[in-house]
């Protein structure tokens, strides 16, 4: 690497005019529910940890995703991580959201906030739910240039129908200018 003073510096490259500005992540396409699975199940994260993608609703009302606790994924107390618990939860509202409205969106977690209830030895499996009609209240909440924000919540149960916590995020949505 030359690192002089008196090196060339390379020019910065204006942005493409097709890149959208970094303030404003906006949803242009969703890919299908299946190729969304997917894709979600060989995400680094979601695979290192255990994390699986078993069930995207077509109609993307309903995601259904599964942790199985093994003996490289649990902490010294032999249970989930928190953190994976969230991370569980933490995308798939705003996808579904975003699947149901389609393009012309920006949509992201605001803030959320997880409870736990009992320690998750065994395999986990939370199931998130976006109805047709709580998206039908976001679109017309963001019908004039308004945001919306919503609160939805989610269970994370255990394979012996224990409660091991409880998560709620808020999402705000707001149509791009």
Not at 87 to 116: C, H, K, N, V
């Amino acid at each position: 690497m030359n690192c002089r003073r008196d090196a060339p510096m390379s020019k910065p490259t204006a942005p493409r005019s097709s890149d959208p500005p970094a303030t404003r992540p906006v949803i242009r396409s969703m890919p299908s529910p299946r190729v969304l699975r997917r894709m979600m199940n060989v995400y680094p994260p979601f695979l290192g940890s255990g994390i699986h993608v078993t069930h995207v609703a077509q109609d993307w009302t309903r995601v259904e995703v599964t942790h199985r606790i093994r003996p490289w994924n649990r902490n010294p107390n032999q249970a989930a991580y928190g953190g994976t618990l969230y991370a569980m939860t933490d995308p798939f509202f705003g996808m579904m959201a975003g699947g149901q409205l389609g393009a012309g969106y920006r949509i992201w977690t605001s803030g959320a906030s997880i409870e736990f209830v009992a320690p998750g030895r065994e395999s986990v499996t939370a199931t998130m739910s976006l109805s047709p009609e709580e998206a039908a209240a976001i679109r017309a909440a963001t019908d004039h240039g308004n945001k919306s924000i919503t609160s939805h919540s989610t269970e994370i149960i255990s394979s012996a129908n224990v409660l091991v916590a409880r998560v709620t995020q808020q999402l705000f949505v707001r149509r791009a200018a």
